[in-house]
């Protein structure tokens, strides 16, 4: 099955940084969605974009299929961005393949 | 709209026992998953339904049961619990039109299982 593969598994940051999260796949998705994770556990859908560039204020995300990756742009970082970010590809039956998650850390 | 709701938000189990998870969405979606998380990892993929009475397997389903008798409802049994049971299990809806459009999944709070 497809495999999915997130990097850096962590990242810390100061406040105010700003940071790439990278997401590759190691075959054809027909979508790919980013969530994010916060501290108490709640999954918040943050981008479905099979392609292209998508930006919502400080978060921006962009999927080149053809190469098969995708990456998330955070900001000006702040403290509430802490959290796990996973990538999850969408396979037949609209099935979720998931990444192991990139673990940030927002320091003030 | 309440969205993807479950319940109990925690519980623990003994071993050998059983329980059902509940969720609900009001969005009127056909599509409906169960994921569990182990910790540190991501989710993985227990069971699916593409609608009312149709139901399939996903990466990891032993040890599990489902059934989806309305299009709003998708409980998820475990039968004779096992410390390996132990994770958080979150449900999942998205909607698939007739043309096949592929669409977001909405996720629920989850439920934290311990089984001692």
């Known amino acids: 099955g497809i495999q999915v593969e997130q990097s850096p598994p962590d990242l810390i940051l100061q406040e105010g940084a700003n940071s790439t999260l990278r997401c590759n796949f190691s075959?054809?998705?027909?979508?790919l969605q980013w969530f994010h994770q916060n501290p108490w556990g709640q999954l918040i859908n943050l981008f479905y974009i099979p392609s292209g560039t998508k930006q919502n204020g400080r978060l921006s995300a962009t999927t080149v299929a053809t190469e098969r990756y995708s990456l998330l742009y955070i900001s000006s970082s702040q403290t509430t961005d802490s959290g796990v970010y996973f990538c999850?590809?969408?396979?037949?039956?609209?099935?979720?393949?998931f990444g192991t998650g990139t673990r940030l850390l927002v320091s003030p | 709209n309440a969205g993807v709701t479950q319940t109990p938000k925690f519980r623990i189990l003994k071993i050998g026992q059983s329980m059902t998870l509940q969720c609900a969405q009001d969005?009127?979606?056909?599509?409906m998953y169960w994921y569990r998380q182990d910790p540190g990892m991501g989710l993985k993929l227990i069971y699916y339904s593409v609608g009312a009475g149709i139901t399939d397997k996903g990466e990891v389903p032993n040890g599990y049961n489902v059934s989806r008798s309305t299009t709003e409802d998708f409980p998820l049994r475990l039968e004779l619990a096992a410390p390996s049971q132990t994770s958080v299990y979150f449900c999942?809806?998205?909607?698939?039109?007739?043309?096949?459009?592929?669409?977001?999944?909405?996720f629920g709070p989850g439920t934290r299982l311990t089984v001692l």
């Open positions: 999850a590809a969408l396979t037949g039956f609209q099935k979720l393949v």
């Open positions: 969005m009127n979606h056909n599509y």
């Open positions: 075959d054809s998705v027909n979508n």
């Open positions: 999942a809806s998205s909607y698939s039109g007739p043309s096949g459009v592929y669409n977001e999944q909405f």
